[in-house]
Protein backbone atom coordinates (compact mmCIF):
# COMPACT_ATOMS: atom_id res chain seq x y z
CA UNK A 1 0.00 0.00 0.00
CA UNK A 2 1.38 3.41 -0.99
CA UNK A 3 1.25 5.77 2.03
CA UNK A 4 0.96 9.99 1.38
CA UNK A 5 1.16 12.31 3.87
CA UNK A 6 -1.72 14.77 4.11
CA UNK A 7 -1.14 18.32 3.14
CA UNK A 8 -3.74 19.59 1.81
CA UNK A 9 -2.53 23.25 1.80
CA UNK A 10 -4.60 24.42 -1.78
CA UNK A 11 -7.70 22.31 -0.80
CA UNK A 12 -10.80 24.79 -0.52
CA UNK A 13 -12.82 23.68 2.28
CA UNK A 14 -15.63 26.26 1.39
CA UNK A 15 -16.63 24.47 -1.49
CA UNK A 16 -19.02 22.68 1.04
CA UNK A 17 -21.05 26.66 1.45
CA UNK A 18 -20.85 27.73 -2.17
CA UNK A 19 -24.26 29.95 -2.23
CA UNK A 20 -27.02 28.52 -5.20
CA UNK A 21 -29.75 31.34 -5.60
CA UNK A 22 -31.39 29.94 -8.60
CA UNK A 23 -32.92 26.85 -9.26
CA UNK A 24 -32.54 24.75 -12.81
CA UNK A 25 -35.69 23.07 -12.74
CA UNK A 26 -36.07 21.81 -16.06
CA UNK A 27 -34.07 19.20 -16.70
CA UNK A 28 -30.69 20.86 -19.33
CA UNK A 29 -28.98 18.67 -21.55
CA UNK A 30 -25.17 18.24 -20.60
CA UNK A 31 -22.15 18.70 -23.12
CA UNK A 32 -20.90 14.65 -23.47
CA UNK A 33 -17.08 13.15 -23.99
CA UNK A 34 -16.67 9.85 -24.36
CA UNK A 35 -19.00 7.15 -24.26
CA UNK A 36 -21.66 6.23 -21.90
CA UNK A 37 -22.44 2.76 -21.49
CA UNK A 38 -25.19 1.21 -22.89
CA UNK A 39 -26.71 -0.44 -19.67
CA UNK A 40 -26.21 3.11 -17.37
CA UNK A 41 -29.22 4.20 -17.55
CA UNK A 42 -31.09 6.12 -14.39
CA UNK A 43 -31.37 9.04 -12.21
CA UNK A 44 -28.96 10.24 -9.79
CA UNK A 45 -29.73 12.46 -6.96
CA UNK A 46 -27.55 14.16 -4.73
CA UNK A 47 -28.57 16.05 -1.46
CA UNK A 48 -26.78 18.52 0.44
CA UNK A 49 -26.55 22.44 1.61
CA UNK A 50 -27.50 25.24 -1.10
CA UNK A 51 -28.76 28.16 -0.34
CA UNK A 52 -26.78 29.47 2.44
CA UNK A 53 -28.52 33.04 2.78
CA UNK A 54 -32.29 34.19 3.28
CA UNK A 55 -32.66 37.91 2.35
CA UNK A 56 -29.36 39.80 4.10
CA UNK A 57 -29.03 37.26 6.83
CA UNK A 58 -26.62 34.15 6.12
CA UNK A 59 -26.47 31.30 8.08
CA UNK A 60 -23.23 29.99 10.16
CA UNK A 61 -22.88 26.45 9.63
CA UNK A 62 -22.20 24.78 6.25
CA UNK A 63 -25.05 21.75 7.87
CA UNK A 64 -27.39 24.97 7.89
CA UNK A 65 -28.00 25.67 4.50
CA UNK A 66 -31.48 24.98 2.28
CA UNK A 67 -31.56 21.31 1.28
CA UNK A 68 -30.72 21.05 -2.88
CA UNK A 69 -31.27 18.29 -4.70
CA UNK A 70 -28.99 18.02 -7.78
CA UNK A 71 -29.92 15.53 -10.84
CA UNK A 72 -28.38 14.19 -13.14
CA UNK A 73 -30.66 12.00 -15.48
CA UNK A 74 -28.46 9.09 -18.01
CA UNK A 75 -30.92 8.54 -20.63
CA UNK A 76 -30.34 7.11 -24.24
CA UNK A 77 -26.56 7.65 -23.97
CA UNK A 78 -27.48 11.92 -23.73
CA UNK A 79 -27.23 13.17 -19.74
CA UNK A 80 -29.53 15.86 -18.36
CA UNK A 81 -28.77 18.34 -15.06
CA UNK A 82 -31.46 19.71 -13.02
CA UNK A 83 -31.58 21.12 -9.21
CA UNK A 84 -34.24 22.22 -7.20
CA UNK A 85 -34.63 23.04 -3.51
CA UNK A 86 -36.53 20.64 -1.00
CA UNK A 87 -39.78 22.42 0.23
CA UNK A 88 -39.37 21.85 3.52
CA UNK A 89 -41.96 24.50 5.84
CA UNK A 90 -38.66 25.80 7.33
CA UNK A 91 -37.96 26.92 3.66
CA UNK A 92 -41.08 27.74 3.03
CA UNK A 93 -41.34 29.85 6.17
CA UNK A 94 -38.14 31.72 5.49
CA UNK A 95 -39.22 32.41 1.72
CA UNK A 96 -42.19 33.48 3.16
CA UNK A 97 -40.55 35.91 5.29
CA UNK A 98 -37.29 37.05 3.63
CA UNK A 99 -35.32 35.85 6.53
CA UNK A 100 -34.22 32.96 8.54
CA UNK A 101 -37.20 32.25 11.15
CA UNK A 102 -35.55 28.57 12.34
CA UNK A 103 -32.76 27.53 14.33
CA UNK A 104 -30.37 25.02 12.76
CA UNK A 105 -27.33 23.15 13.89
CA UNK A 106 -25.25 25.82 13.66
CA UNK A 107 -27.18 29.16 13.38
CA UNK A 108 -29.44 30.12 16.58
CA UNK A 109 -33.56 31.39 16.30
CA UNK A 110 -34.29 35.05 15.51
CA UNK A 111 -34.43 36.56 18.77
CA UNK A 112 -37.61 37.54 18.99
CA UNK A 113 -39.59 35.42 21.39
CA UNK A 114 -39.21 35.54 25.20
CA UNK A 115 -37.07 32.85 27.34
CA UNK A 116 -40.80 31.20 28.31
CA UNK A 117 -42.20 31.16 24.65
CA UNK A 118 -38.71 29.69 23.50
CA UNK A 119 -38.90 26.41 26.46
CA UNK A 120 -42.38 26.18 25.65
CA UNK A 121 -41.18 25.17 21.99
CA UNK A 122 -38.39 23.06 22.78
CA UNK A 123 -41.22 20.61 24.33
CA UNK A 124 -43.03 20.40 21.12
CA UNK A 125 -40.84 18.50 18.72
CA UNK A 126 -42.22 20.22 15.67
CA UNK A 127 -41.38 23.60 16.75
CA UNK A 128 -37.92 22.25 18.30
CA UNK A 129 -36.41 21.09 15.41
CA UNK A 130 -36.15 21.92 11.42
CA UNK A 131 -37.31 19.82 8.98
CA UNK A 132 -34.25 20.91 6.48
CA UNK A 133 -33.82 18.02 5.22
CA UNK A 134 -29.96 18.28 3.79
CA UNK A 135 -28.38 15.46 4.34
CA UNK A 136 -29.19 12.41 1.42
CA UNK A 137 -31.98 10.83 -0.53
CA UNK A 138 -32.94 7.49 0.51
CA UNK A 139 -35.77 5.14 -0.79
CA UNK A 140 -38.12 3.02 0.82
CA UNK A 141 -39.82 0.17 -1.94
CA UNK A 142 -40.81 2.81 -4.78
CA UNK A 143 -40.80 5.94 -2.59
CA UNK A 144 -37.69 8.24 -1.88
CA UNK A 145 -37.01 10.56 0.58
CA UNK A 146 -34.95 13.66 1.58
CA UNK A 147 -33.33 12.95 5.18
CA UNK A 148 -31.97 14.66 8.14
CA UNK A 149 -30.87 13.52 11.74
CA UNK A 150 -34.40 15.68 12.73
CA UNK A 151 -37.55 13.64 12.85
CA UNK A 152 -38.77 14.58 9.37
CA UNK A 153 -38.61 12.68 5.98
CA UNK A 154 -39.74 14.81 3.23
CA UNK A 155 -40.68 12.69 0.10
CA UNK A 156 -39.71 13.73 -3.46
CA UNK A 157 -40.99 12.93 -6.86
CA UNK A 158 -37.83 11.87 -8.59
CA UNK A 159 -38.59 12.89 -11.70
CA UNK A 160 -39.66 16.43 -11.12
CA UNK A 161 -37.72 16.91 -7.65
CA UNK A 162 -40.42 18.08 -6.29
CA UNK A 163 -41.66 17.83 -2.43
CA UNK A 164 -44.46 15.98 -1.85
CA UNK A 165 -45.41 14.13 1.80
CA UNK A 166 -43.88 15.23 4.93
CA UNK A 167 -43.84 12.30 7.26
CA UNK A 168 -43.01 13.35 10.94
CA UNK A 169 -41.56 10.13 12.83
CA UNK A 170 -42.11 11.75 16.16
CA UNK A 171 -46.21 11.39 15.70
CA UNK A 172 -45.86 8.21 14.48
CA UNK A 173 -43.18 6.17 16.41
CA UNK A 174 -41.77 8.74 19.15
CA UNK A 175 -38.29 9.11 17.46
CA UNK A 176 -37.07 12.77 18.63
CA UNK A 177 -33.61 12.02 15.89
CA UNK A 178 -33.13 9.75 13.25
CA UNK A 179 -30.36 8.50 11.30
CA UNK A 180 -30.44 9.37 7.79
CA UNK A 181 -28.54 6.59 6.37
CA UNK A 182 -31.53 4.32 6.05
CA UNK A 183 -29.85 0.46 5.81
CA UNK A 184 -31.52 -1.98 3.55
CA UNK A 185 -31.63 -5.66 4.69
CA UNK A 186 -33.00 -8.68 3.32
CA UNK A 187 -35.94 -8.19 5.63
CA UNK A 188 -36.48 -4.40 5.73
CA UNK A 189 -35.05 -0.85 6.01
CA UNK A 190 -33.72 0.05 9.20
CA UNK A 191 -32.79 3.45 10.84
CA UNK A 192 -31.73 4.29 14.60
CA UNK A 193 -33.47 7.09 16.26
CA UNK A 194 -33.47 8.62 20.02
CA UNK A 195 -36.41 8.31 22.22
CA UNK A 196 -36.80 9.29 25.58
CA UNK A 197 -38.39 7.17 28.13
CA UNK A 198 -39.04 7.14 31.89
CA UNK A 199 -35.35 5.89 32.41
CA UNK A 200 -33.70 8.75 30.11
CA UNK A 201 -32.78 8.44 26.59
CA UNK A 202 -32.72 5.41 24.51
CA UNK A 203 -32.03 4.24 20.72
CA UNK A 204 -34.78 2.59 19.10
CA UNK A 205 -34.45 0.74 15.90
CA UNK A 206 -36.58 1.37 13.51
CA UNK A 207 -37.77 -1.14 10.89
CA UNK A 208 -39.94 -0.42 8.01
CA UNK A 209 -41.37 -3.00 5.45
CA UNK A 210 -39.54 -3.62 2.01
CA UNK A 211 -42.56 -2.42 -0.01
CA UNK A 212 -42.43 1.26 1.53
CA UNK A 213 -45.38 1.05 3.18
CA UNK A 214 -44.20 3.33 6.01
CA UNK A 215 -47.48 2.51 8.17
CA UNK A 216 -45.86 -0.38 8.83
CA UNK A 217 -42.92 0.64 10.78
CA UNK A 218 -42.07 -0.93 13.85
CA UNK A 219 -39.97 -0.07 16.61
CA UNK A 220 -38.22 -3.57 16.89
CA UNK A 221 -35.61 -2.72 19.37
CA UNK A 222 -34.67 -0.52 22.29
CA UNK A 223 -31.20 0.24 24.28
CA UNK A 224 -30.37 2.70 26.59
CA UNK A 225 -27.86 5.27 26.36
CA UNK A 226 -24.97 4.68 28.81
CA UNK A 227 -24.85 8.87 29.77
CA UNK A 228 -28.49 9.21 31.50
CA UNK A 229 -28.93 12.77 29.95
CA UNK A 230 -26.64 12.38 26.86
CA UNK A 231 -27.63 9.89 23.89
CA UNK A 232 -24.97 9.75 21.73
CA UNK A 233 -24.57 11.15 17.80
CA UNK A 234 -25.30 8.08 15.29
CA UNK A 235 -24.71 9.67 11.78
CA UNK A 236 -25.03 5.91 10.51
CA UNK A 237 -25.42 2.53 11.94
CA UNK A 238 -25.23 -1.62 10.60
CA UNK A 239 -26.63 -4.41 9.88
CA UNK A 240 -25.98 -8.06 8.94
CA UNK A 241 -27.66 -11.07 8.78
CA UNK A 242 -28.05 -11.55 12.55
CA UNK A 243 -27.55 -8.60 14.14
CA UNK A 244 -28.25 -4.76 14.35
CA UNK A 245 -24.75 -2.83 15.18
CA UNK A 246 -24.65 0.23 16.43
CA UNK A 247 -21.41 2.51 17.81
CA UNK A 248 -21.66 4.35 20.83
CA UNK A 249 -19.34 6.90 19.97
CA UNK A 250 -17.84 9.98 22.77
CA UNK A 251 -19.66 12.42 20.68
CA UNK A 252 -22.95 12.87 22.70
CA UNK A 253 -26.01 14.92 22.88
CA UNK A 254 -26.59 16.74 26.52
CA UNK A 255 -30.29 17.11 26.54
CA UNK A 256 -29.82 19.36 29.83
CA UNK A 257 -27.50 22.27 27.69
CA UNK A 258 -30.06 21.48 24.89
CA UNK A 259 -32.50 22.87 26.67
CA UNK A 260 -30.75 25.32 27.83
CA UNK A 261 -29.35 26.62 24.44
CA UNK A 262 -32.39 26.70 23.19
CA UNK A 263 -33.96 28.77 26.38
CA UNK A 264 -30.67 30.95 25.98
CA UNK A 265 -31.23 31.32 21.80
CA UNK A 266 -27.39 29.66 21.42
CA UNK A 267 -27.26 27.25 18.30
CA UNK A 268 -27.70 23.07 18.21
CA UNK A 269 -24.26 22.06 18.05
CA UNK A 270 -23.40 23.73 21.43
CA UNK A 271 -25.44 21.01 23.58
CA UNK A 272 -22.90 18.41 21.94
CA UNK A 273 -20.65 17.61 23.84
CA UNK A 274 -17.16 15.48 23.48
CA UNK A 275 -16.55 12.80 26.25
CA UNK A 276 -13.11 11.59 25.90
CA UNK A 277 -14.53 8.62 26.99
CA UNK A 278 -13.97 4.28 24.81
CA UNK A 279 -16.36 3.89 22.15
CA UNK A 280 -18.95 1.25 22.64
CA UNK A 281 -20.01 -1.52 20.10
CA UNK A 282 -23.51 -2.78 20.98
CA UNK A 283 -24.92 -6.21 18.99
CA UNK A 284 -28.18 -6.86 19.05
CA UNK A 285 -29.95 -9.70 18.18
CA UNK A 286 -32.09 -9.64 15.59
CA UNK A 287 -33.46 -12.98 16.59
CA UNK A 288 -35.06 -11.71 20.25
CA UNK A 289 -34.34 -8.39 19.41
CA UNK A 290 -32.17 -8.39 23.03
CA UNK A 291 -29.17 -6.41 23.07
CA UNK A 292 -26.00 -8.86 23.35
CA UNK A 293 -24.68 -8.78 27.21
CA UNK A 294 -21.08 -9.02 25.94
CA UNK A 295 -19.73 -5.62 26.28
CA UNK A 296 -17.31 -4.51 23.75
CA UNK A 297 -14.86 -1.03 24.22
CA UNK A 298 -12.46 0.81 22.02
CA UNK A 299 -10.08 3.60 22.07
CA UNK A 300 -12.01 6.81 21.37
CA UNK A 301 -12.35 8.16 17.54
CA UNK A 302 -15.30 9.55 15.80
CA UNK A 303 -17.26 8.46 13.06
CA UNK A 304 -19.95 9.35 10.80
CA UNK A 305 -20.33 6.35 8.43
CA UNK A 306 -19.32 2.93 7.75
CA UNK A 307 -18.85 1.59 4.79
CA UNK A 308 -20.33 -1.94 5.52
CA UNK A 309 -20.43 -4.65 7.85
CA UNK A 310 -20.62 -8.44 7.34
CA UNK A 311 -20.50 -11.87 9.42
CA UNK A 312 -17.85 -14.00 8.70
CA UNK A 313 -17.74 -16.86 10.92
CA UNK A 314 -17.44 -15.79 14.50
CA UNK A 315 -16.82 -12.52 13.71
CA UNK A 316 -18.73 -9.05 12.81
CA UNK A 317 -16.56 -6.98 9.99
CA UNK A 318 -17.07 -3.43 10.08
CA UNK A 319 -15.04 -1.24 7.64
CA UNK A 320 -15.62 2.49 9.23
CA UNK A 321 -14.03 6.15 8.04
CA UNK A 322 -12.50 7.75 11.72
CA UNK A 323 -11.55 10.96 13.08
CA UNK A 324 -9.25 11.40 16.61
CA UNK A 325 -12.18 13.51 17.78
CA UNK A 326 -15.22 15.84 16.31
CA UNK A 327 -13.40 19.26 16.12
CA UNK A 328 -14.15 19.15 12.25
CA UNK A 329 -17.82 20.12 13.05
CA UNK A 330 -16.68 23.57 14.82
CA UNK A 331 -14.51 24.37 11.85
CA UNK A 332 -17.27 23.63 9.23
CA UNK A 333 -19.01 27.08 10.71
CA UNK A 334 -18.87 28.77 6.92
CA UNK A 335 -16.98 32.21 8.58
CA UNK A 336 -14.36 29.56 9.21
CA UNK A 337 -14.40 27.78 6.20
CA UNK A 338 -13.84 31.18 4.42
CA UNK A 339 -11.10 32.51 6.90
CA UNK A 340 -8.92 29.39 6.05
CA UNK A 341 -9.21 29.06 2.39
CA UNK A 342 -5.62 29.65 0.89
CA UNK A 343 -4.23 29.28 4.27
CA UNK A 344 -5.43 26.08 5.63
CA UNK A 345 -3.51 25.99 9.10
CA UNK A 346 -2.23 22.63 10.63
CA UNK A 347 -4.35 21.85 13.11
CA UNK A 348 -7.68 23.02 10.87
CA UNK A 349 -6.41 20.48 8.32
CA UNK A 350 -5.61 17.79 10.64
CA UNK A 351 -9.45 18.01 12.25
CA UNK A 352 -11.14 17.21 8.48
CA UNK A 353 -8.70 13.89 8.39
CA UNK A 354 -10.03 10.65 8.21
CA UNK A 355 -8.46 7.03 7.68
CA UNK A 356 -10.32 3.74 7.20
CA UNK A 357 -10.35 1.42 9.67
CA UNK A 358 -11.34 -2.40 9.94
CA UNK A 359 -13.02 -3.44 13.29
CA UNK A 360 -13.00 -7.30 14.17
CA UNK A 361 -16.21 -7.97 16.80
CA UNK A 362 -15.82 -11.41 17.79
CA UNK A 363 -18.78 -13.26 18.85
CA UNK A 364 -19.56 -16.42 20.70
CA UNK A 365 -16.47 -15.76 22.92
CA UNK A 366 -17.21 -17.46 26.12
CA UNK A 367 -14.62 -20.35 27.18
CA UNK A 368 -12.17 -18.83 24.61
CA UNK A 369 -8.61 -17.58 24.69
CA UNK A 370 -8.44 -16.51 20.94
CA UNK A 371 -10.87 -14.64 20.17
CA UNK A 372 -10.33 -13.30 16.56
CA UNK A 373 -9.11 -15.90 14.27
CA UNK A 374 -9.74 -14.77 11.20
CA UNK A 375 -6.77 -14.72 9.03
CA UNK A 376 -5.37 -11.46 6.81
CA UNK A 377 -6.36 -9.08 9.57
CA UNK A 378 -4.55 -7.30 12.26
CA UNK A 379 -7.57 -6.62 14.29
CA UNK A 380 -7.38 -7.65 17.91
CA UNK A 381 -9.58 -8.57 20.56
CA UNK A 382 -8.78 -9.13 24.18
CA UNK A 383 -10.98 -9.80 27.82
CA UNK A 384 -10.15 -6.73 30.36
CA UNK A 385 -12.59 -7.75 33.69
CA UNK A 386 -15.55 -8.27 32.22
CA UNK A 387 -15.69 -6.23 28.23
CA UNK A 388 -13.30 -7.13 25.22
CA UNK A 389 -11.52 -4.31 24.25
CA UNK A 390 -11.53 -4.05 20.24
CA UNK A 391 -8.42 -3.03 18.67
CA UNK A 392 -8.79 -1.63 14.64
CA UNK A 393 -6.74 -1.97 11.56
CA UNK A 394 -5.79 0.75 9.85
CA UNK A 395 -6.13 0.49 5.94
CA UNK A 396 -5.58 3.62 4.55
CA UNK A 397 -2.84 6.30 5.23
CA UNK A 398 -4.79 8.94 3.33
CA UNK A 399 -7.54 10.82 4.09
CA UNK A 400 -11.38 9.32 2.81
CA UNK A 401 -14.94 9.93 3.40
CA UNK A 402 -18.20 9.16 2.16
CA UNK A 403 -17.32 5.29 1.47
CA UNK A 404 -19.37 3.13 -0.64
CA UNK A 405 -19.31 -0.25 -1.68
CA UNK A 406 -21.04 -2.71 -4.15
CA UNK A 407 -24.76 -2.63 -2.98
CA UNK A 408 -25.14 -5.93 -3.84
CA UNK A 409 -22.48 -6.87 -0.95
CA UNK A 410 -24.23 -4.46 1.40
CA UNK A 411 -23.86 -7.01 4.33
CA UNK A 412 -21.70 -9.48 2.57
CA UNK A 413 -18.04 -9.94 2.74
CA UNK A 414 -16.82 -7.24 -0.15
CA UNK A 415 -13.19 -6.82 -1.26
CA UNK A 416 -13.46 -3.25 -2.74
CA UNK A 417 -14.48 -0.03 -1.42
CA UNK A 418 -14.81 3.31 -3.30
CA UNK A 419 -14.43 6.37 -1.64
CA UNK A 420 -13.71 10.54 -1.64
CA UNK A 421 -11.13 12.97 0.08
CA UNK A 422 -8.60 15.85 -0.61
CA UNK A 423 -5.56 15.82 -2.88
CA UNK A 424 -2.77 14.39 -0.40
CA UNK A 425 -0.11 16.03 -2.43
CA UNK A 426 -1.81 19.36 -1.31
CA UNK A 427 -3.18 20.00 -5.09
CA UNK A 428 -6.20 22.37 -5.50
CA UNK A 429 -8.20 19.27 -6.16
CA UNK A 430 -9.84 16.06 -4.77
CA UNK A 431 -10.04 12.68 -5.47
CA UNK A 432 -11.97 9.31 -5.52
CA UNK A 433 -9.97 5.83 -4.63
CA UNK A 434 -10.72 2.46 -5.39
CA UNK A 435 -9.10 0.29 -2.45
CA UNK A 436 -8.99 -3.81 -2.81
CA UNK A 437 -9.00 -4.71 0.75
CA UNK A 438 -7.74 -8.16 0.04
CA UNK A 439 -4.34 -6.84 -1.26
CA UNK A 440 -4.33 -3.39 0.10
CA UNK A 441 -3.91 -1.87 -3.42
CA UNK A 442 -5.30 1.52 -4.13
CA UNK A 443 -5.74 3.35 -7.38
CA UNK A 444 -6.84 6.93 -7.71
CA UNK A 445 -8.43 9.68 -9.86
CA UNK A 446 -7.52 12.85 -9.67
CA UNK A 447 -7.05 15.73 -11.70
CA UNK A 448 -6.02 19.47 -10.67
CA UNK A 449 -9.04 21.85 -10.12
CA UNK A 450 -11.56 19.20 -10.03
CA UNK A 451 -13.30 18.70 -6.59
CA UNK A 452 -14.68 15.63 -6.27
CA UNK A 453 -18.02 14.41 -4.35
CA UNK A 454 -19.19 11.34 -2.92
CA UNK A 455 -19.06 8.79 -5.48
CA UNK A 456 -21.48 5.73 -6.09
CA UNK A 457 -20.79 2.56 -7.50
CA UNK A 458 -23.23 1.57 -10.37
CA UNK A 459 -22.74 -2.04 -10.79
CA UNK A 460 -23.75 -3.62 -14.84
CA UNK A 461 -26.41 -6.14 -15.03
CA UNK A 462 -25.11 -9.32 -15.06
CA UNK A 463 -21.59 -8.74 -14.04
CA UNK A 464 -19.51 -11.50 -12.43
CA UNK A 465 -16.57 -9.48 -10.55
CA UNK A 466 -17.79 -7.45 -7.73
CA UNK A 467 -16.05 -4.26 -9.18
CA UNK A 468 -17.22 -4.89 -13.07
CA UNK A 469 -19.35 -1.13 -13.31
CA UNK A 470 -19.34 2.60 -13.58
CA UNK A 471 -18.57 4.95 -10.79
CA UNK A 472 -20.40 7.90 -11.23
CA UNK A 473 -18.92 11.14 -9.63
CA UNK A 474 -20.19 15.02 -9.52
CA UNK A 475 -17.92 17.40 -9.53
CA UNK A 476 -17.04 20.80 -8.93
CA UNK A 477 -14.61 23.02 -10.72
CA UNK A 478 -12.26 25.29 -8.12
CA UNK A 479 -11.95 28.36 -10.69
CA UNK A 480 -15.69 28.54 -12.10
CA UNK A 481 -18.16 27.72 -9.15
CA UNK A 482 -21.20 27.48 -11.80
CA UNK A 483 -19.63 24.34 -13.21
CA UNK A 484 -20.92 21.41 -12.81
CA UNK A 485 -19.40 18.16 -13.87
CA UNK A 486 -20.58 14.26 -13.91
CA UNK A 487 -17.81 12.11 -14.54
CA UNK A 488 -17.95 8.13 -14.74
CA UNK A 489 -15.24 6.05 -14.02
CA UNK A 490 -14.78 2.42 -15.23
CA UNK A 491 -14.83 1.39 -11.61
CA UNK A 492 -12.04 -1.42 -11.46
CA UNK A 493 -9.42 0.31 -13.06
CA UNK A 494 -10.33 4.54 -12.08
CA UNK A 495 -10.11 5.13 -15.38
CA UNK A 496 -12.43 7.80 -17.24
CA UNK A 497 -15.32 6.47 -19.53
CA UNK A 498 -17.10 9.78 -20.13
CA UNK A 499 -17.95 13.48 -18.85
CA UNK A 500 -20.98 15.28 -18.90
CA UNK A 501 -20.49 19.03 -17.98
CA UNK A 502 -22.23 22.05 -17.98
CA UNK A 503 -22.92 25.83 -16.32
CA UNK A 504 -25.69 26.91 -14.14
CA UNK A 505 -27.42 30.11 -13.66
CA UNK A 506 -26.12 30.00 -10.15
CA UNK A 507 -23.35 28.26 -8.05
CA UNK A 508 -22.79 24.67 -7.35
CA UNK A 509 -22.29 23.85 -3.95
CA UNK A 510 -20.94 20.62 -2.57
CA UNK A 511 -23.52 18.19 -1.90
CA UNK A 512 -23.17 15.54 0.83
CA UNK A 513 -24.48 12.00 -0.37
CA UNK A 514 -25.65 10.49 -3.84
CA UNK A 515 -28.73 8.16 -4.49
CA UNK A 516 -29.03 6.49 -7.74
CA UNK A 517 -32.76 5.14 -8.91
CA UNK A 518 -32.05 3.06 -12.14
CA UNK A 519 -34.82 3.32 -15.25
CA UNK A 520 -36.70 -0.13 -14.72
CA UNK A 521 -36.12 -2.34 -17.70
Not at 331 to 358: A, P
Amino acid sequence: MSVAVDNCGKYDYSVLCRHCDKETPDPVPCQLSGTIPEWLKGKLIYNGPGLTKVGQQEYRHAFDASALLQKFEIKDGNVTYSNRFVRSKVYEQNQAAGKITRAEFGTPAPANKGMFSRLLDAMDPEKMFSDNALVCVAGIGDRHFAMCETPFMLEIDSDTLETKERVNIHKRYGLMTQSPHLVVSNDGVYTVGQGVGVTGPKYNILRYPLDGNLKQGKVVASLGARWRLSPAYMHSMAVTDNYVVLIEQPLAVSLSELLSDIVNNAPFIEGLKWHNEPVLVHLIDKQTWKPVKTRYVMDPFFFMHVANAYEDGDHIVLDVPTYKDSTLLHNMFISTLREQRGKNSEDYVSSFQSTLHRVVVPLNTKGKDKLITLPDTSCTASWAGQEIVLQSEKLSEITVENPCINSGKAGQKHQFIWAMGPSPEGNDSGFVMKMDINSGEMLKFTEDGLYTSAPEFIPKPGATSEDEGVLLVLCLDSKDENKAVLLGLDAANMTELFRASLSTPSAVPMPLHPYFIPFKQ
